[in-house]
């Protein structure tokens, strides 16, 4: 299989990311690139505008920023899966990666009769996702197959509650993990993630308000008391919690080096980056 050197370095990009994700896909994914943008177009058209029965993204933290972040880290992924492997993934996994990061977090959008900004739906936007994505693909005349596979996708990126086992039949085995690492290592590796940490907290915020924090624990749900215990226990939370799931998962890293060609990649330096920025909030 010949190779296709990343020409793109860039965590996250400025603005929202849209153009790059664009570019990212005619280069790495040229055969399917132009079925997949009137995709990646009518995405960013709902977040930035809505549509006849969804308002505007007004989640201050899961935003289109976000989508097109965990967007472009599942495809470097799956290019450097596609060369470790030495082969290349069908249209059929591509087109139900992109479409499922795209939309993992679509389950935050609110219906034009919804009051708030989407952050009370912390503990359920996930089956909101699977429902509004299979909604959107069907009118974009995607089949049956395809959008099953973009809901079992989005199951598996379940945070909040005990994640699913999905397990998927090859060419797609490996999509879930891909995805799942993807949106783990986009978040914390987020130039601005200290930064918005206050965002996300907004969001739990307002879910703590619909639910009620004696309701939410009662159910097994880890609440954060205030901010500032959001940003001095997100260090923990990075090292704990997160790198021991994406090695768990172990793609992240072998994939991300097969891409960028080496090991100090831009994610590997972000991360740390931002490591010692919360070890900074955490007064360490």
């Known amino acids: 299989m010949k190779r296709v050197l990343p020409a793109v370095e860039s965590v996250r990009p400025d603005s929202d990311g849209m153009a790059e994700l664009v570019a990212l896909l005619q280069q790495q994914f040229a055969a399917v690139a132009g079925a997949l943008v009137p995709l990646c177009d009518q995405v960013a058209q709902l977040y930035r505008h809505g549509s006849g029965r969804w308002q505007p993204c007004r989640a201050p933290y899961h935003d289109l920023g976000h989508a097109v972040a965990v967007s472009l880290l599942a495809l470097r992924l799956l290019a450097g899966w596609q060369q470790l492997r030495c082969q290349a993934a069908s249209a059929m996994a591509v087109r139900g990666l992109l479409a499922a990061a795209l939309l993992h977090d679509s389950g935050y959008l609110l219906r034009h009769s919804e009051t708030g900004r989407g952050g009370q739906h912390t503990f359920d936007h996930v089956v909101r996702g699977q429902r509004l994505a299979a909604h959107l693909l069907a009118e974009q005349g995607w089949e049956r197959e395809a959008i099953t596979l973009v809901r079992q996708l989005i199951g598996a990126t379940e945070f909040a509650g005990a994640r699913p086992e999905v397990q998927l039949a090859e060419p797609f085995r490996v999509l879930p993990d891909l995805l799942t690492s993807a949106d783990l290592l986009a978040q914390v590796t987020a130039p601005d993630y200290p930064e918005r940490l206050t965002d996300l907290y907004a969001e739990f915020s307002e ?69 010692q920025r919360l070890d900074a909030l955490a007064g360490r």
């Open 207 to 275: 879910a703590y308000l619909a639910h009620g924090r004696v309701t939410l624990r009662q159910q097994g749900y880890f609440l954060f008391d205030d901010l500032t215990a959001l940003q001095r226990g997100s260090a923990a939370f990075v090292r704990q919690r997160v790198l021991p799931q994406l090695a768990a998962l172990g793609l992240a890293e072998p994939c991300l080096r097969a891409f960028y060609g080496r090991a100090d990649h831009p994610y590997a330096c972000q991360l740390q980056t931002n490591l």
